[in-house]
């Protein structure tokens, strides 16, 4: 099957530098990413869709400028969660879909980011 | 309206049951649909995917869609506490693609 390969799968940071998670599909292209986050004990959420090369699209609540999404390329999206306090310490993952250039196909999960900020 | 419903749950059910988790979605227009299931602090993985009205089989889960009603449901025979999870649903059309917030499935022994 596709991969999606996510980076790093842990990182601690101290409160106030900024992370950045790569998530990067090596065999296909994608058109749509999405950024999850996921506390402990919890159901995934959304935090925002981004399509290659437009803005990303954030679900309610989830701030914008705190949690930078950059989707360059086809094959590369970013989610730099600046500023960090430990209350972003959580599970990141992504996933990516191909969409229009495979028809019936699934999105595919990153194998996830555990943030920590102390 | 979300795109994708699902109960949150928890689904719990005896080791031995049926399980069954239910999804609606609001795009007519959807043509793909896909279960996928989440261990904690693990990524979904994808289970099953159904494009066509009626029932799809793999071991010991059955997808069902339902078009005219909008409808997507698993069912998980002879449960196991190792389904213990959540299930995640999604559907998508061509270039859209959105993931239900999932269900909860506790399968006590």
Same mark, same amino acid.
């Given at each position: 099957?596709?991969?999606? #390969? ?47 090369? #437009? ?34 310490? #959580? ?28 | ?28 227009? @959807? ?6 299931? +989440? ?12 494009? @066509? ?10 997808? +069902? ?14 449960? +196991? ?10 559907? @998508? ?17």
């Amino acid at each position: 099957g596709a991969v999606v #390969s996510q980076h790093p799968s842990w990182v601690i940071c101290k409160s106030g530098t900024s992370v950045k998670i790569e998530c990067r599909s090596l065999d296909f292209q994608a058109t749509t990413m999405f950024w999850y986050r996921q506390f402990p004990k919890q159901s995934l959420m959304l935090m925002a869709t981004s399509n290659e090369g #437009s803005k990303a699209t954030y679900e309610q609540g989830v701030e914008k400028d705190k949690f930078l999404i950059n989707h360059a390329s086809l094959t590369l999206s970013t989610l730099t969660v600046t500023s960090a306090h430990p209350e972003d310490s #959580s599970f990141y993952i992504c996933s990516a879909y191909p969409g229009g250039f495979v028809m019936n196909t699934e999105a595919f999960f990153g194998q996830g980011t555990r943030l920590t900020v102390v | 309206q979300k795109e994708v419903e699902q109960n949150s749950g928890p689904l719990s059910v005896p080791e031995g049951a049926i399980a069954s988790l239910n999804c609606t979605y609001s795009d007519r227009g @959807s043509q793909s649909f896909f279960w996928y299931r +989440q261990y904690s602090g693990k990524s979904p993985e994808l289970i099953m995917s159904i494009y @066509s009205n009626g029932d799809k089989e793999d071991g010991r889960f059955t997808a +069902q869609l339902n078009k005219a009603s909008q409808y997507v449901s698993l069912l998980i025979r002879d449960s +196991q506490p190792s389904d213990s999870a959540t299930y995640l649903c999604a559907v @998508s059309n061509f270039n859209k693609f959105y993931f239900g917030s999932g269900t909860k499935l506790n399968v006590k022994p």
